[in-house]
């Protein structure tokens, strides 16, 4: 037992390191003699200009070489053999996952012993793939608001900018992507496909959170070395996703040490002052904004053992300027005649029945409640934890002028090591810490915490000149604690007023309803979204052909915890009962000490912890099937398992075509009057012969074990400078919304996240606060779950499909410009479609029994959001592009897209995507073609640009010779 856990360990040990040669790059071509004839067995060798690492490889018996798993750089390409002049062929510059043609011409040897070859295209003649690679240079030199590498996504064809996912712009909870407040973060829709359909990998090892799919780590620009967008990809090594691959390689030290040092300013000395939130002061409000960092890089042993390193941090200072309403001394003595509300406020204790049966209450004289009747622990919970007025307006008179502060720190540190030419591996370390912190005036905080890392390594083994295997792995994970309410008074504050049990509950807080706010203490809500993932491939090249065989684990898991009481006070508690809505004050209530509700949640009852598991196995030949064909085909199959529920927790869900209630439990929780707490089930259950065990404990999202996927695709060199290209994919979305789909179902009735309760209302007994705090009801799940306003998944759901095809004409025009002009088109099903699914399958008139009557579940009620897998969309696009690479201190990419992309209701998962303003939800559910229409991320034409110009000043130019070393100009 101890040798096979010690075999175990190693085996994790060894996987657990990965590769950041993933999708590396290619140099690969054909030797020929001065006569035309194939010229085997020459030497060819491929030495990288900055480490001096060098790559060899030997032409066949058809003449064909080919030199794999290049990193990105610049290298001297050298080709040898006896009685032939050595052939050079010198600054070959390689773009990430670039698969580059060089044939090579020997010349017979005679007076010369070499020649330098200078004249090839640019041009990939190997691939169908419809991406783009943007280079490390145009990442670190293009001005990028905040610093973010999701700015340049755009600059790549049918890239769509709108996003309609959650979490659009950078915000500090675990929906958000993480960047400084009020940058511009891109969670991009790509070639008709969702916003959350994306994957990002960072040297190989995956960086996303797929909680609401975003980056987990946001990479320094200055420690990027370059950029792809992967799409329509005929390589199966990308997949998991309909939408596309994001891949980013990080710098690599060299055999020179070199630094670079950057800091970014932006304050309000270089503001105007605005007329509204500065009228009260002769110039704008203080603003810092600060990103400094440094990067570091260079040898550790010459030619084989290489670092790279880099600080960044950002420091953010900026006032709120929110306006809003907070008591006032008149309000808190219970003197409401002039507040702001401008209601009659009625006793609630002197509610009785009129000579009709009506319910009636008498008005307070004056608007004013006697002192006597004033709670004293509410009085001074508002004296002690509400802010107070600073401003004199009818409707405002609260101004949040204190500074709030967002900070950041990150560091990354990267190994690289070369044992020998069969044996190199990678290691990479990389966190951010950052801290957000909002001040609600001078007493209260708002705050977040988040602590992303992302790290791994991989290890690149030549087993022989023919057969590589590369190995990779890593964990993404974003820890979060976020809407953590404080206050100076603290907890202690809390329990002089005579408050009971905050400390279980992490605080208390007081929820009034418009014009007020919430006031109080919550406590921590820790989030995290780890991802781990380990792969291998084996690539053997046999002649023409060059085979891969691979595979993924992918472990997506969940863990949150929520703390918190909260008590909520609403008009009508001192409303008038025949005039509702006109009448009472929230307020006054809460001076009353009569909440209208409660909630709460305690960390036993509150605490989410799962993981989903996909497997991932794929298989592709790369057929050279002559000088100028070259096909690739294969097929992937990605598994995705059901979840595993890591605290014990139980799952439920409805399952409308059947009219049952799933429970998700190794059996049947007992009755609730038996346990007395949750989960359980309650003894007078409507329709109790429905609530019914699933046929697995953890039931959802169900394994899926269909989504094969099979690619095709072939380059084909028309001549020197010109490719036609095309292909075919089925693509399977079988990772992005695994997680949010899970939760949920977990945790649900028979369980109970927490309790909740309704108070005082209309005739009941009154119910004060003092009467509840601290005894509160056992957590107990509701009486039916019938009626339950709920998120639900269909029990059979499927993973979302995608039909990919294009065809692409690229054509080199100069030694440095290239355009193209491509089709590309999508059919997507399977997709999720969300909306009332147990509303009245036809509309019309009729009593709530008639209607009742048209619901597919006729007994349950119709507030249950209902996921399915029927939604269906299409996307065809014309694709423009003209790119010209670095030379003469210049390059350029322009990009055009004319697209349209439609679909019938299923633009985002869960009813809760369609960007600003607006949720996806169906109008009418139960006819989806009635639904149809653009989706909500379609931009009909879309160009963007991106310039990099070296202007001739500085160091080596023609100008300011001993000025700073460059200078130059960019737009993006």
């Known amino acids: 037992m101890k040798r096979v856990c010690k075999h175990a ?15 590396a790059s290619e140099i690969f071509g054909i030797v020929w003699d001065s006569t035309g004839s194939a010229l085997p067995h020459a030497r060819i060798t491929a ?89 490390g240079n145009v990442i670190r030199d293009l001005p990028l608001n905040g610093r973010n590498f999701t700015q340049l996504l755009t600059t790549a064809t049918g890239v769509t900018p709108v996003s309609s996912a959650q979490g659009a712009g950078p915000g500090t909870t675990d929906a958000d992507p993480t960047g400084i407040p009020g940058s511009r973060v891109l969670k991009p829709a790509l070639h008709g496909q969702q916003n959350r359909s994306v994957i990002y990998y960072l040297d190989g090892i995956v960086n996303t959170d797929f909680r609401v799919t975003t980056y987990g780590y946001l990479p320094s620009i200055d420690l990027l070395e370059s950029m792809r967008v992967h799409a329509h990809s005929d390589k199966v090594e990308w997949g998991g996703v309909t939408g596309g691959v ?21 304050n309000s000395a270089f503001d105007a002052r605005d007329p509204f939130k500065d009228a009260n002061s002769d110039g704008p409000a203080p603003f810092r904004q600060n990103q400094f960092g440094v990067t570091y890089g260079g040898r550790i042993v010459r030619n084989q053992t290489f670092f790279s390193a880099g600080y960044e941090a950002w420091r953010y200072r900026k006032p709120t300027q929110s306006l809003g309403r907070v008591p006032t001394a008149e309000e808190l003595a219970g003197d409401f005649s002039n507040s702001v509300i401008g209601q009659d406020i009625f006793d609630p204790l002197s509610t009785s029945l009129d000579a ?59 190994v690289d090591h070369r044992f020998s030419d069969k044996h190199s591996v990678f290691g990479r370390w990389s966190q951010m810490a950052r801290n957000s912190v909002e001040r609600i005036g001078q007493k209260a905080t708002d705050g977040s915490e988040m602590v992303a890392r992302n790290f791994g390594g991989g290890w690149t083994h030549v087993l022989s000149p023919k057969v590589v295997l590369n190995l990779r792995g890593g964990v993404a994970r974003r820890d979060f604690r976020f809407n953590v309410q404080t206050h100076v008074e603290g907890l202690d504050g809390l329990s002089q007023l005579g408050f009971r049990d905050t400390d279980r509950f992490g605080g208390l807080q007081v929820a009034l309803t418009s014009p007020w706010g919430v006031s109080g203490i919550r406590g921590a809500a820790p989030r995290r979204n780890p991802t781990f993932n380990v792969a291998g491939d084996l690539t053997v090249m046999m002649g023409s052909h060059t085979l891969k065989l691979g595979g993924q684990w992918m472990g997506v ?49 509150g605490t989410v912890h799962f993981r989903v598991p996909t497997y991932s196995a794929y ?21 995705s398992q059901a979840a595993t529920i890591l605290n014990g927790g139980l799952m439920g869900g409805i399952d409308i075509d059947r009219q049952i209630w799933l429970v998700g439990a190794p059996s049947m929780p007992a009755d609730c009057s038996q346990t007395g707490s949750s989960p359980c089930i309650p003894e007078e259950v409507p329709h109790r012969d429905r609530v019914v065990l699933a046929d697995r404990p953890n039931y959802l999202p169900n394994p899926v074990r269909d989504n094969w996927g099979p690619r095709i695709g072939a380059a084909y060199r028309m001549d020197d400078g010109t490719v036609l290209r095309g292909g075919y994919g089925l693509y399977w979305d079988a990772l992005t919304s695994n997680s949010q789909y899970t939760q949920h179902n977990v945790n649900t009735w028979p369980a109970s996240r927490g309790f909740s309760g309704k108070a005082n209302g209309l005739g009941n007994a009154p119910q004060f ?63 999720e479609y969300s909306g009332l699914g147990n509303s009245a399958t036809e509309p019309g008139p009729g009593t709530p029994t008639e209607v009742d009557a048209r619901r597919p579940f006729p007994d349950a009620g119709g507030g249950t959001f209902y996921s399915r897998s029927i939604g269906e969309s299409s996307y065809h696009a014309l694709q ?82 001993r000025g700073p070393g460059a200078w130059l100009l960019a737009h993006v």
């Not at 790369?622 to 990605?638: H, I, P």
Request: no cysteine; charged share 20%; glycine share 8%.
């Open 47 to 135: 030495s990288n200009t900055e480490t001096g690492i060098e790559h060899r490889s030997e032409s066949g018996e058809s003449g064909r070489y080919s030199i794999p798993f290049l990193k990105q750089g610049t290298y001297r390409l050298s080709v040898r053999s006896p009685g032939f002049m050595i052939t050079t062929v010198p600054d070959v510059t390689l773009d990430a996952e670039q698969q580059l043609r060089i044939d090579v011409t020997l010349l017979v040897a005679a007076v010369a012993e070499s020649i330098q070859v200078t004249d090839m295209t640019s041009l990939d003649t190997a691939s169908a793939e419809v991406g783009e690679t943007v280079p």
């Open 880 to 961: 423009l592009k003209a790119r010209r690479r670095f030379a003469e201190d210049f390059q350029m990419l322009l990009s055009y897209t004319w697209s349209k992309s439609m679909d019938n209701g299923s633009s985002g998962w869960f009813a809760a995507e369609n960007g600003p303003g607006g949720s996806s939800a169906a109008q009418n559910y139960h006819d989806p073609d009635s639904n149809r229409s653009v989706s909500s991320y379609n931009i009909p034409h879309f160009l963007s640009l991106y310039s990099v110009y070296e202007l001739p000043l500085g160091k080596g130019k023609r100008y300011l010779r």
């Open 356 to 414: 009709v049966g009506n319910h009636v209450r008498a008005r307070f004289p004056g608007n004013r409640i006697p002192g006597p009747m004033l709670s004293r622990r509410m009085q001074g919970f508002f004296e002690a934890y509400a802010e107070r007025p600073n401003l004199v307006d009818p409707v405002s008179n609260f101004m949040n002028s204190a500074s709030s502060a967002d900070d950041a720190d990150s560091l990354q540190v990267k």
């Open 619 to 639: 298989a592709q030949d790369e057929w050279r099937a002559s000088s100028r064909l070259t096909l690739n085909y294969g097929v992937r199959f990605d598994y």
């Open 246 to 266: 994001i891949t980013l390689a990080s710098k690599s030290g060299t055999n020179e040490f070199r630094g670079s040092m950057f800091s970014f300013v932006r």
């Open 9 to 23: 360990l190693s085996l994790a040990l060894w996987l657990a390191v990965g590769s950041e040669l993933l999708g």
């Open 557 to 605: 898991e969940r863990f949150q915890r929520n703390t918190h009481q909260v008590f909520r006070f609403a008009d009508r508690v001192t409303g008038d009962p025949q005039n509702p809505g006109m009448t009472g004050a929230s307020l006054a209530s809460a001076l009353l000490g009569l909440p209208s509700s409660f909630d709460g949640i305690l960390p036993h009852d």
């Open 769 to 831: 606060i003092a009467d509840l705090e601290g005894n509160f009801p056992a957590v107990l799940p509701a009486a039916s779950p019938w009626d339950l306003d709920t998120w639900s998944n269909d029990p059979e759901r499927k993973n979302a499909l995608s039909h990919q095809w294009h065809v692409e004409l690229q054509r080199q025009l100069t030694d440095q410009l290239m355009a193209s002009a491509a089709y590309v088109g999508s059919a997507n099903r399977r997709g």
